[in-house]
């Protein structure tokens, strides 16, 4: 029989379950998608992204309800030879069925009723909280004084409905069936002296053994714990140490348990039980008598002795999480003041096809998984601002779409601090690289302080909200608590929604996390969108850091390039070309000659995307950017404005290279004649050109020669002979 899921009723219209179909008419989900494809073709445009498909007459007409699809009893087809519809029940059976399964819903009753029953029982007599306060053996406070005579007034009217058969008229018709109404409300309420798990324990406890008198009745509830003075004996006498009279801390029944319980320097545990005997042991060598192992348990679950020697027994990491003081921090006031970031499971399992070899063969197979999420929480606001999901385990290559994500969401300002755990994601060099561009500080939170990582927080308590969905597996991959993992029994793989629907899961739950009231009124994505909650500290990523973390990492040369740089992403018919131009090739080349100290074929590192191209060295020096080239037309007929603005641009560095060239030219036979003049004859600059600017003696020397040749000696005695003439 169909639950309340597999059957809907809407407006007269019956709606039947794909997972119902399945199973009861024999058809296959590819069957179902192709008949739905099939139904959309009937529908007008503006009607495709309605949940429910309006009716057109055509077969299988489908409807999207509660996160699957449902299809029309009336348009699911009967015709031969399948006959799909006459392997269902009749409408008016389903209608009969469907009634049916909405009978009174016992989960709401049994509360009514328990609720009844608690507002009864704290109806407690006063003189009853005056004893357990006052007069009794053992005394407590007020608040657990109420308790025992809540505990007390609660125990008699359960029995007192069992002996007047009083749940009968609240709608209780078996005995068996109130015991365990009775057990769960006592569960609930934990009351000092009647906390019981199950029925038949209570049943023992009140049926059989609950005193008839007052004052028996409130012996029973107090709990032989409470004034017992035999653990007084242990810490009474403290251990002296004979030879220097030195008073030690503990005494000898606390150093003997303490030391079996701690077992330092080694690795394995010892539990209670076994502590007890060892200590039994000890005592009887030692000749003193032991205490009882009630008394050895209540000393050892102690929280000062269980936390100061977690710290051996347990190792550094329980120590440090769950006993050692933290640093209490006040949560930022300022969006993009710090983002979390974690890798988790999202909990919400799904199926798909798996490709296996069976003899020999390949063959495929339906397998489970579980989709694991990335989010990147705003801590300020609680704004999840950008999240992702990969098959499985995690790198530093997927991490690059969320933030991409989040950079387009907060016009490229990314926080100023990013806290992550210790995940390959975040401390990949790669990842390390990038994230420390991006944010001012990237911080990763050491093992054992996980009260500082605010991401768990996050992710257990989206976690916790994937519960509505049937697919939920557990709260977390260790949670072993019944209350937080899925029913085993109905979790039939077949059931399991795909992939790309568990995706859609995922989204939903974000969506509902960013757009849902908090208990203080405030919305996270409300709050994140105001301009007075965002910290004035923000900056604009610049552009070559957002190209160096998320655009393509090549290698090219350089030596034919011709002012436009040509990349490619792909092979085959799916390469895609991408082209860039130098703002000043002729200048940009020698800028990138004299960084690459002249290497012939210019080979160089291009980091890039579609808004520009870096260009490195190959050991990563950053040298200057090519912008997007502009194209310019080949036919005139297709010009457009931008076209014919790129032509003509082109057009002139066309001719300013060429311009440049013939320039070269010249100063290269001008060079050349330079060259081969008497040195005589060179001005100040050609000569300096040619002693690295270092000419200025020299030049004088020659210049006075020249404006004055009767200097030296030999002149004077040229004149003398010229004279004697």
């Not at 059976?93 to 709401?108: G, P, S």
């Not at 359960?158 to 009083?166: A, G, L, M």
């Not at 053994?209 to 107090?222: A, S, T």
Request: glycine share 4%; with cysteine; net charge positive.
């Amino acid at each position: 029989m169909a639950d309340l899921r597999d059957i809907i009723i809407k407006q007269d219209t019956i709606w039947i379950s794909e997972a119902e179909l399945i199973e009861t008419v024999g058809v296959t989900a590819n069957y179902l998608k192709v008949a739905r494809h099939n139904f959309a073709k009937s529908l007008r445009k503006s009607k495709l992204k309605t949940n429910i498909k309006p009716d057109t007459g055509k077969a299988w007409r489908y409807a999207r309800i509660n996160n699957g699809f449902y299809y029309d009893y009336d348009r699911i087809p009967d015709r031969m030879p399948a006959y799909h519809r006459s392997k269902l029940p009749t409408r008016s059976e389903l209608i009969t069925q469907n009634r049916n399964n909405k009978e009174i819903d016992r989960t709401r009753e049994r509360e009514r009723i328990m609720s009844y029953m608690w507002k009864e029982a704290c109806e407690i007599d006063q003189d009853d909280v005056n004893y357990f306060t006052w007069r009794a053996a053992v005394t407590f406070s007020p608040e657990k004084a109420i308790e025992l005579a809540t505990a007390r007034s609660l125990a008699n009217l359960i029995k007192e409905w069992v002996d007047n058969k009083t749940y009968k008229k609240a709608g209780i018709h078996r005995k068996e069936e109130f015991w365990t109404l009775a057990a769960e409300l006592t569960g609930q309420k934990k009351l000092e002296g009647l906390r019981h798990d199950t029925a038949a324990s209570l049943r023992k406890k009140l049926y059989y053994e609950w005193p008839g008198d007052q004052d028996g009745q409130r012996q029973q509830l107090i709990s032989g714990r409470y004034g017992n003075q035999n653990r007084a004996v242990v810490g009474k006498y403290k251990v002296v140490d004979m030879e220097t009279g030195e008073l030690m801390q503990f005494d000898i029944h606390e150093a003997i348990i303490y030391n079996v319980w701690m077992n330092p320097g080694r690795a394995n545990k010892l539990h209670k039980t076994q502590v007890y005997d060892q200590y039994l042991n000890e005592c009887k060598e030692l000749g003193i008598d032991a205490v009882s192992e009630r008394t050895v348990q209540f000393h050892l679950n102690k929280f000062a002795n269980r936390s100061m020697m977690s710290y051996e027994r347990d190792g550094k990491d329980h120590f440090s999480s769950n006993y050692k003081p933290y640093i209490p921090q006040f949560k930022p006031n300022y969006a993009g003041t710090m983002w979390v970031a974690d890798y988790s499971g999202t909990k919400l399992m799904y199926r798909y096809r798996k490709e296996v070899w069976r003899n020999g063969r390949k063959t495929s197979q339906i397998t489970s998984a579980s989709w694991y999420m990335l989010r990147i929480v705003d801590v300020a606001t609680d704004y999840i601002v950008s999240w992702g999901l990969i098959r499985e385990g995690e790198n530093w290559q997927d991490l690059l779409p969320a933030l991409n994500m989040a950079l387009e969401q907060t016009d490229n300002c990314p926080a100023l601090e990013l806290v992550t755990d210790n995940g390959p994601a975040f401390t990949s060099a790669e990842a390390k690289t990038r994230l420390s561009m991006l944010f001012k500080k990237h911080r990763r939170i050491q093992v054992g302080n996980k009260q500082a990582n605010k991401a768990e927080t996050y992710v257990r308590l989206l976690s916790d909200k994937a519960r509505k969905f049937d697919n939920w597996a557990r709260l977390g991959f260790h949670s072993r608590h019944a209350d937080n993992v899925a029913n085993p029994d109905y979790m039939d793989i077949n059931k399991l929604p795909w992939q790309d629907e568990a995706a859609r899961q995922a989204e939903e739950l974000v969506d509902e996390w960013n757009n849902t009231a908090r208990p203080d009124g405030s919305v996270p994505a409300e709050e994140y969108a105001k301009q007075e909650r965002r910290s004035n500290k923000l900056q604009p990523v610049d552009d070559k850091v957002k190209r160096f973390v998320f655009g393509h990492h090549s290698k090219s040369t350089l030596d034919r390039c011709r002012g436009v740089l040509s990349m490619s992403l792909g092979t085959g018919e799916g390469r895609e070309q991408y082209l860039f131009e130098f703002n000043d090739w002729l200048q940009d080349a020698e800028t990138i000659d004299k960084a690459l100290y002249g290497e012939p074929t210019m080979k160089v590192k291009v980091i890039w995307d579609f808004t520009g191209a870096d260009i490195y060295t190959p050991d990563g020096r950053y040298i200057l950017t090519a912008r997007p080239a502009g194209l310019s037309h080949s036919s005139e007929f297709e010009a457009t404005k931008e076209s014919t603005q790129a032509l003509k641009e082109h057009t002139r560095r066309k001719v300013r290279y060429e311009e440049a060239a013939k320039k070269y030219r010249e100063s290269v036979m001008q060079a050349s004649e330079v060259a081969i003049n008497p040195a005589e004859d060179l001005d100040y600059l050609q000569r300096a050109s040619l002693n690295g600017g270092r000419a200025k003696a020299e030049h004088n020397k020659i210049m006075e020669k020249k404006q004055n040749p009767l200097q030296d000696g030999d002149n004077d005695t040229d004149f003398d002979v010229r004279d004697s003439y």
